[in-house]
């Protein structure tokens, strides 16, 4: 049992390049979330689903696009990376949502966009 | 907008008991407190959830008062190895999880 797993760990970008990042997770979970982690400003949404083929904006969507084509596997897309991309990505999943969640989370990703 | 507030750091030493304690600014009836914990390069991992009174578990104790505008974690003799960055969370209006910054504790030899 793998939990959450992400693909790649590190990337190192140039401004202009485009990239996908992807989240897998084998606990058949209905949501799934993608994070950001920049110093001193905690964890901020990006995108979120709540179900295959669903997909919604978190807090902070701009320059970035997701896919839920499967329930297991929740892609972050970068169409033309920015130095401001630069960060941590993590990817969680969740059994339900609401008042009650417990995100389980993967190791994350380190991006650099030069 | 609703939000979490919790101290940027603290530290300890060995053996004592850590309290951190956090606000939560226009909690919602329904929401659950939820509490995370980071080490370096790894992803946020669950500790404690309550909805109210107190929540005990192996690893900490949740203590959240009648009115829940407020929660503490408590982390019973620490040791060197809880040296890391703790969350605290609740779901805003939106479903979605709210989240603190981060206290960050350092246990001192």
């Known amino acids: 049992n793998a939990g959450v797993t992400q693909t790649p760990k590190f990337r190192v970008l140039k401004t202009g390049q485009s990239m996908t990042l992807l989240c897998a997770q084998d606990?058949?979970?209905?949501?799934m979330y993608w994070y950001r982690q920049d110093p001193g400003m905690g964890l901020r949404l990006i995108h979120y689903?709540?179900?295959?083929?669903?997909?919604a904006k978190g807090e902070v969507p701009d320059g970035y696009n997701v896919s839920r084509l499967k329930k297991q596997n929740f892609l972050l897309g970068l169409e033309s990376a920015a130095p401001s991309q630069t960060s941590v990505y993590f990817c969680?999943?969740?059994?339900?949502?609401?008042?009650?969640?417990?995100?389980?989370f993967g190791p994350g990703t380190r991006l650099t966009v030069l | 907008l609703a939000k979490t507030t919790q101290p940027i750091s603290m530290d300890s030493y060995e053996g004592q008991e850590v309290n951190i304690t956090c606000s939560h600014n226009?909690?919602?009836?329904?929401?659950?407190i939820t509490w995370y914990q980071q080490f370096p390069s790894q992803g946020p991992r669950f500790i404690i959830q309550?909805?109210?009174?107190?929540v005990t578990n192996e690893v900490a104790s949740l203590f959240i008062p009648a009115d829940r505008k407020s929660s503490t974690l408590s982390l019973p003799r620490v040791s060197l190895s809880d040296t890391a960055v703790y969350y605290c969370?609740?779901?805003?209006?939106?479903?979605?999880?709210?989240w603190g910054l981060g206290t960050s504790l350092a246990v001192n030899p």
């Open positions: 969680a999943s969740s059994r339900t949502s609401g008042g009650t969640d417990t995100q389980y």
């Open positions: 309550g909805y109210k009174t107190k």
């Open positions: 969370c609740n779901a805003g209006n939106n479903r979605k999880l709210i």
């Open positions: 226009n909690i919602a009836t329904n929401d659950y």
């Open positions: 689903s709540v179900g295959e083929g669903t997909t």
């Open positions: 606990m058949n979970h209905e949501y």
